[in-house]
């Protein structure tokens, strides 16, 4: 079975800083898609930002953006400019399986600080 | 949009005991799934379906029933309680099977097996 291994269980960050939350996945398919997904304390799922394993250009989404090194097989999530409202569990998510399925890390606990 | 609905948000059950967890969607996806989220594993998929009349396993199938009988619903059923299935359930959809698509997740079952 896939895994996925995001190795900071915890994360802090001061507002109006950066961070990188980082991820790590094996996989022997060539053709896949990576998820981030953020979960506040209200439990909610909230798609961050997505990559295509096939797509050199890293994808950006306002302040969030990812470092995917396919070779690797490395997706990190940098935040820039953290706001309070950043602060949430973090899942990196690829898919697996012909790309049916995802399969999620355990989570990065991210604290923004005032 | 309701997007996806979970119901119930919260349910206690004694050990033996069956139930359905109901999950509906609005937005006409062919692709629905359920996860289960325990402290320190992220989500791990249970079943999941691409369309009505077809259901598969995930991850984690073990005690657990589905069915899809139209594209709007997909209840998945514990047959017979057990401790182990204490948790907090995701039911999620995806337009197709096309995997770029982003997952829609409801807001989650919290569910306590004494």
């Known amino acids: 079975a896939q895994t996925v291994t995001q190795s900071q269980p915890e994360m802090s960050v001061q507002e109006a800083e950066t961070v990188t939350l980082s991820c790590t996945y094996d996989t022997s398919e060539s053709d896949y898609y990576l998820f981030w997904y953020k979960q506040p304390p209200s439990r909610q799922m909230i798609l961050v930002i997505r990559q295509e394993a096939y797509k050199q250009q890293n994808a950006t989404e306002n302040r969030f953006s990812v470092n995917f090194q396919k070779a690797a097989k490395s997706f990190s999530l940098k935040i820039s400019d953290s706001q309070l409202g950043d602060a949430a569990m973090y899942f990196c998510a690829p898919t697996q399986g012909g790309s049916e399925k995802l399969v999620f890390g355990k989570g990065t606990k991210l604290t923004v600080n005032p | 949009n309701a997007g996806v609905t979970q119901t119930p948000k919260f349910q206690v059950l004694k050990t033996g005991q069956s139930m359905t967890l109901q999950c509906a969607q609005d937005m006409n996806h062919e692709y629905m799934s359920w996860y289960r989220q325990d402290p320190g594993m992220g989500l791990r998929l249970i079943h999941y379906s691409v369309g009505a009349g077809i259901t598969d396993q995930g991850e984690v199938p073990n005690g657990y029933n589905v069915s899809r009988s139209t594209t709007e619903d997909f209840p998945l059923r514990l047959l017979s309680a057990a401790p182990s299935q204490t948790s907090v359930y995701f039911c999620?959809?995806?337009?197709?099977?096309?995997?770029?698509?982003?997952?829609?997740f409801g807001d989650g079952t919290r569910l306590s097996i004494l």
């Open positions: 999620a959809s995806r337009r197709d099977r096309g995997s770029n698509q982003p997952q829609h």
